[in-house]
């Protein structure tokens, strides 16, 4: 299947702090998904990308859609404690199914109160 | 309330002994998919179905089986269980594509 690297793996933050991270893949992407999971639950779907340079904010969490198509990026401001988790991009390749998803490895978000 | 069911949660087989991990969705929708996570490799998907009677593979699907014979419920079996399928299973469902898609609670399997 098609790759997704996301990046970075982890990171430690301080409250207050601003975040970024990003994915890029080496095919074109259809749709962009960024998802959220919290510690012994399933993902949670945070931002959908549909258009390439598509900017979409939710709250404090802000997304775009690559104009090459090939990458996306995730912005959370101010982060708060409970924004700890597990963020994931993901979506169709644009030569496969709509249907078929590929996810990407994760980053992992830990805020220090 | 919309949800995902899964069951089991956790589940402690051993190997080549057949089992099934059910998923019910009350939400109508139609598309449903199975996902495996693994420490380091994220979540890949396994299978996946567009509506009832139709399905298609993800990215991992050796040794898995599915059906969809009603909307409700999307089934994933592994006749039979290796230790290499040791893992978090999630099912998810969406109205499509462009939908949210929601998630399960997950099931732990562990084969010995």
């Known amino acids: 299947g098609q790759q997704l690297n996301q990046s970075p793996q982890s990171m430690f933050i301080q409250e207050g702090e601003d975040v970024s991270m990003n994915c890029t893949s080496s095919?074109?992407?259809?749709?962009w998904l960024w998802y959220k999971q919290d510690p012994g639950e399933g993902p949670v779907l945070l931002i959908a990308l549909y258009k390439a340079g598509e900017l979409t904010s939710n709250g404090r969490l802000t997304a775009q859609f690559g104009i090459t198509r090939k990458d996306s990026f995730l912005n959370i401001s101010a982060s708060i404690p409970s924004d700890v988790g597990i963020y994931f991009c993901?979506?169709?390749?644009?030569?496969?199914?709509?249907?078929?998803?590929?996810f990407g490895k994760g980053t992992l978000l830990t805020v220090n109160p | 309330e919309a949800q995902v069911t899964q069951n089991p949660r956790y589940l402690i087989t051993v190997t080549g002994k057949k089992l099934t991990v059910t998923c019910s969705q009350n939400?109508?929708?139609?598309?449903m998919s199975w996902y495996r996570q693994d420490p380091g490799l994220g979540l890949r998907q396994i299978y996946y179905s567009m509506n009832v009677e139709v399905t298609d593979k993800g990215d991992v699907p050796e040794g898995y089986k599915v059906s969809r014979k009603e909307k409700r419920n999307f089934p994933l079996i592994l006749e039979s269980p290796s230790p290499n399928q040791t893992s978090l299973y999630f099912c998810?469902?969406?109205?499509?594509?462009?939908?949210?898609?929601?998630f399960g609670p997950g099931t732990r399997l562990l084969v010995l």
């Open positions: 993901a979506g169709p390749y644009s030569g496969g199914s709509n249907y078929k998803l590929t």
């Open positions: 998810a469902s969406s109205g499509g594509l462009q939908e949210t898609q929601y």
């Open positions: 939400m109508n929708h139609e598309y």
């Open positions: 095919s074109i992407f259809n749709t």
